[in-house]
């Protein structure tokens, strides 16, 4: 049976490689690819912060605002807001009907501006995972 902390850092080690990845995506213009890994981050993190704050394993779910619901994360609505947008970029990667038009929204300048934000959010997150870890 693996630990609290060996499941916290088995989510966090698999957000920093996926964060790490987004970056070479964003380096070489796969901009709507980028977004989605950028999403797997933030997914990846928020699953530590649920096993740290409720020490069970988290739900198999994808929704940004229901894991940090779920893990006791409050959240302005600014920060749901953001989360809930972020959520729909797993969804647009995915399913090709609405990938295309995903796909021309993903600018060179949408993409960073969510990328960045996605780094803060997550920098954020490791935080709150290191605070008081115990």
């Known amino acids: 049976m693996k630990t609290k902390e060996t499941l916290i850092d088995y989510w966090l080690k698999s957000a920093a490689s996926d964060m790490e990845v ?17 999403h797997l981050v933030l997914e990846k993190a928020l699953k530590a912060l649920y096993v740290k704050n409720v020490n069970s394993n988290p739900p198999f779910k994808h929704s940004l605002p229901l894991l940090a619901e779920k893990g006791q994360l409050i959240l302005t609505r600014d920060q749901e807001t953001f989360l809930e947008e972020v959520t729909d970029f797993n969804m647009e ?42």
């Open 93 to 134: 990667a995915r399913y090709p009907d609405i990938k295309f038009s995903f796909y021309k929204k993903c600018t060179k300048e949408f993409t960073e501006k969510y990328l960045n934000q996605i780094k803060e959010f997550y920098q954020w997150l490791k935080t709150l995972i290191r605070s008081d870890r115990s």
């Open 22 to 38: 987004a970056g070479h995506l964003f380096e070489k213009g796969d901009y709507h690819y980028c977004l989605f890994f950028g």
